[in-house]
């Protein structure tokens, strides 16, 4: 264990600069949280990552950020009416478990293949998840966006809530009944994620539309519940093995907690198929960014070569696909709000002059 926390802690040095950007990082993503429900660590991660913080470190750091910020988003969010505290609690707990496990397979990544093998593990996750699940959400985004916006149960969800496998549960604010066996794996896959590369909710939440059958506001509101829960556990797991910045934690945690609780406000503003939109939108870009960093960890691991000019060219186009996702994010979040907020005061002002 000695020597996995040496190579681990490995922390950046930081100037003006780093941390100017590390704040914005933590905003886009806190606002994104907010909005969508899933942490934001598909931001989060590969921001801190592209300024060549292990990826171990940055996921643990992350996760460290992520209750504080997630207890403020699901306040919010449940004063809304938005969050299914018992639905919550439940997936949190499969969640706990699933966090317990993901350490322990980061750890022995890290033991076998040292940090070259663990930024690879975490760079490759992260492209198969997200072109997977964002592109998937994607496509279900544009079949919803041509309705009245209202979530409707996808089928295989409704197919699973047909199933009578004791014993049953009803969530009252999500409005569904389903086996609790069926909970089981969404909430294991989330923690699971959660502690590897630290982006449980590209899991938890379209594990909670697609297989329970919840809606996308409610699902999005709950996610928080579940990353301040299995966030808290997590943290304290990965603090005792020294892989937690706190530098870090701090910066990003600051951005957060300002972006989080404007996130929350945009989602009373929009229809529930633009949550879909802008979490799809952001996973793809992503995508494209982390695919980009992987030659370089398979160069360290001598698994392929590359000249060091092509690694650093690769190394600076994903660090502008990945502030370009953090522009469209905000952007998108942002520009539906004011969109909406505008519509409904052009509503008031013609009630009024009639």
């Given at each position: 264990m000695h020597d996995i926390v040496q190579q681990s802690a490995n922390f950046i040095d930081l100037n003006a600069l780093s941390i100017t950007f590390l704040f914005l990082v933590g905003f886009i993503g806190g606002l994104v949280s907010g909005?969508?429900?899933?942490?934001?660590?598909?931001?989060l991660t590969p921001g801190m990552m592209s300024l060549g913080v292990p990826g171990t470190v940055a996921v643990a750091s992350n996760m460290c950020h992520k209750f504080p910020k997630a207890m403020v988003g699901a306040i919010k969010r449940f004063k809304y009416g938005q969050v299914d505290l018992k639905l919550g609690i439940v997936m949190a707990i499969s969640a706990g478990v699933g966090v317990q496990a993901g350490i322990r397979l980061q750890q022995w990544i890290l033991s076998t293949w040292g940090q070259a093998g663990s930024n690879l593990y975490v760079s490759l996750s992260f492209v198969v998840v997200l072109v997977v699940v964002g592109g998937y959400v994607f496509k279900d985004a544009l079949k919803s966006s041509g309705t009245d916006g209202a979530d409707k149960p996808a089928g295989l969800a409704k197919k699973l809530q047909g199933i009578h496998l004791p014993p049953m549960i009803h969530f009252k604010r999500a409005n569904v009944t389903i086996s609790l066996w069926f909970t089981v794996p969404v909430g294991f896959a989330t923690g699971m994620l959660a502690a590897t590369i630290a982006v449980g909710g590209f899991i938890g939440v379209p594990g909670m539309m697609y297989v329970v059958g919840v809606g996308g506001l409610i699902s999005s509101a709950t996610e928080l519940v579940i990353a301040f829960l299995m966030g808290l556990a997590g943290s304290i797991n990965w603090a005792m093995h020294g892989m937690v910045d706190i530098r870090l934690v701090l910066i990003i945690l600051a951005?957060?907690?300002l972006g989080v609780q404007l996130g929350a406000i945009g989602t009373t503003y929009v229809k529930e198929s633009m949550i879909k939109v802008v979490m799809a939108t952001i996973m793809l870009i992503v995508a494209v960014s982390r695919a980009l960093a992987v030659p370089q960890y398979l160069?360290?691991?001598?698994?392929?070569?590359?000249?060091?000019?092509?690694?650093?060219?690769?190394?600076?186009?994903s660090f502008?696909?990945?502030?370009?996702?953090l522009l469209v994010g905000a952007s998108i979040i942002l520009g539906a709000m004011w969109k909406a907020k505008r519509a409904?005061?052009?509503?008031?002002?013609?009630i009024e002059t009639a």
């Amino acid at each position: 264990m000695h020597d996995i926390v040496q190579q681990s802690a490995n922390f950046i040095d930081l100037n003006a600069l780093s941390i100017t950007f590390l704040f914005l990082v933590g905003f886009i993503g806190g606002l994104v949280s907010g909005f969508i429900g899933s942490g934001g660590a598909f931001v989060l991660t590969p921001g801190m990552m592209s300024l060549g913080v292990p990826g171990t470190v940055a996921v643990a750091s992350n996760m460290c950020h992520k209750f504080p910020k997630a207890m403020v988003g699901a306040i919010k969010r449940f004063k809304y009416g938005q969050v299914d505290l018992k639905l919550g609690i439940v997936m949190a707990i499969s969640a706990g478990v699933g966090v317990q496990a993901g350490i322990r397979l980061q750890q022995w990544i890290l033991s076998t293949w040292g940090q070259a093998g663990s930024n690879l593990y975490v760079s490759l996750s992260f492209v198969v998840v997200l072109v997977v699940v964002g592109g998937y959400v994607f496509k279900d985004a544009l079949k919803s966006s041509g309705t009245d916006g209202a979530d409707k149960p996808a089928g295989l969800a409704k197919k699973l809530q047909g199933i009578h496998l004791p014993p049953m549960i009803h969530f009252k604010r999500a409005n569904v009944t389903i086996s609790l066996w069926f909970t089981v794996p969404v909430g294991f896959a989330t923690g699971m994620l959660a502690a590897t590369i630290a982006v449980g909710g590209f899991i938890g939440v379209p594990g909670m539309m697609y297989v329970v059958g919840v809606g996308g506001l409610i699902s999005s509101a709950t996610e928080l519940v579940i990353a301040f829960l299995m966030g808290l556990a997590g943290s304290i797991n990965w603090a005792m093995h020294g892989m937690v910045d706190i530098r870090l934690v701090l910066i990003i945690l600051a951005g957060s907690l300002l972006g989080v609780q404007l996130g929350a406000i945009g989602t009373t503003y929009v229809k529930e198929s633009m949550i879909k939109v802008v979490m799809a939108t952001i996973m793809l870009i992503v995508a494209v960014s982390r695919a980009l960093a992987v030659p370089q960890y398979l160069v360290q691991l001598n698994l392929m070569h590359l000249e060091q000019n092509t690694i650093d060219i690769l190394g600076k186009i994903s660090f502008v696909i990945m502030c370009i996702a953090l522009l469209v994010g905000a952007s998108i979040i942002l520009g539906a709000m004011w969109k909406a907020k505008r519509a409904e005061m052009l509503l008031d002002e013609g009630i009024e002059t009639a």
